[in-house]
């Protein structure tokens, strides 16, 4: 497992603007090609706190082609806008032999907006195919 507690960072332009992202904490674990890779973030930019959360269910079956559960999570406090605290996604992804990415019976949910998504990511980065249907529509 690989960590960063409470670092700081802090970049300046040329124009003299600062800005400082403050309290960094970053958690990487892939402890084995069988189990689940996982990726933790949190960071203050201002007074805000945001936190993101990933994992995967495990690598080997990515390597194989074969799908895996994916899940990714983000808060921010405060919002950013009322009902965007939060952001879920679930699903299963799976790299394509010619090089692409694909999102199979993936959940989103958004504040109070629950969506569904199926999502197509080719090898060449000129664009993708996303379909999102709200959950519960018909």
Same mark, same amino acid.
């Given at each position: 497992?690989?960590?960063?507690?409470?670092? /700081?960072?802090?970049? *300046?332009?040329?124009?003299g603007a600062k800005q400082v +992202?403050?309290?960094?904490?970053?958690?990487?674990?892939?402890?084995? +090609?069988?189990d689940q890779l996982s990726l933790s973030a949190s960071a203050r930019i201002e007074e805000r706190h945001y936190q993101m959360t990933h994992a995967i269910s495990s690598v080997r079956p990515l390597l194989e082609r074969q799908p895996a559960d994916l899940s990714l999570s983000f808060e921010a406090d405060p919002a950013p806008a009322p009902g965007l605290s939060a952001f879920e996604a679930t699903g299963q992804v799976?790299?394509?032999?010619?090089?692409?990415? *694909?999102i199979r019976g993936g959940k989103l949910?958004?504040?109070?907006?629950?969506?569904?998504?199926?999502?197509l990511?080719?090898? +060449?980065?000129?664009?993708?195919?996303? /379909?999102? /249907?709200?959950?519960?529509? /018909?």
């Open positions: 497992m690989a960590l960063v507690v409470s670092g /700081t960072l802090r970049q *300046q332009s040329t124009a +992202i403050t309290d960094i904490d970053l958690s990487l674990a892939v402890p084995d +090609i069988d799976a790299l394509n032999t010619n090089g692409s990415y *694909q949910l958004v504040g109070d907006e629950a969506l569904g998504l199926d999502a990511f080719p090898a +060449i980065a000129r664009g993708f195919s996303l /379909t999102s /249907t709200p959950t519960g529509w /018909t």
